[in-house]
């Protein structure tokens, strides 16, 4: 049974920072790239970050480049997404995706709010 979890979301005042994780199983990790997606509410969901299956190749949305680091251990089936300088319009549920070749995976989700 193919699995996202991811955690590590809550409350963060504005400059704070987050670390996400998302642990994968049921599927082969390693081969996969891995995105990490917002919707905040009332928005289009929008991808934050992606990371290449072998971790050497990562993208940011504009919005985040220069706050957020997205990385992947593959012996441990995980990728992070470092959230620093958090700013109140990153609040948004937060979704893994595992993609190759058309075929997707999706996490429920773990809901980031920046306020004072």
């Known amino acids: 049974q193919v699995q996202l979890v991811e955690s590590g979301g809550g409350l963060v005042q504005p400059g704070g920072s987050l670390r996400l994780s998302c642990a994968a199983s049921?599927?082969?990790?390693?081969?996969?790239?891995m995105n990490w997606y917002r919707q905040a509410p009332g928005k289009e969901r929008e991808l934050v970050a992606r990371?290449?299956?072998?971790?050497?190749?990562?993208n940011y949305a504009d919005s985040v480049k220069g706050r957020f680091t997205i990385s992947r251990d593959n012996a441990k089936d995980t990728v992070y997404l470092q959230m620093n300088r958090l700013k109140p319009e990153d609040t948004a549920v937060y979704h893994c995706n595992a993609e190759r070749w058309g075929m997707e995976y999706w996490g429920k989700g773990t809901l980031v709010t920046v306020s004072s």
């Open positions: 990371i290449t299956s072998a971790g050497g190749s990562t």
């Open positions: 049921g599927f082969t990790f390693g081969i996969y790239a």
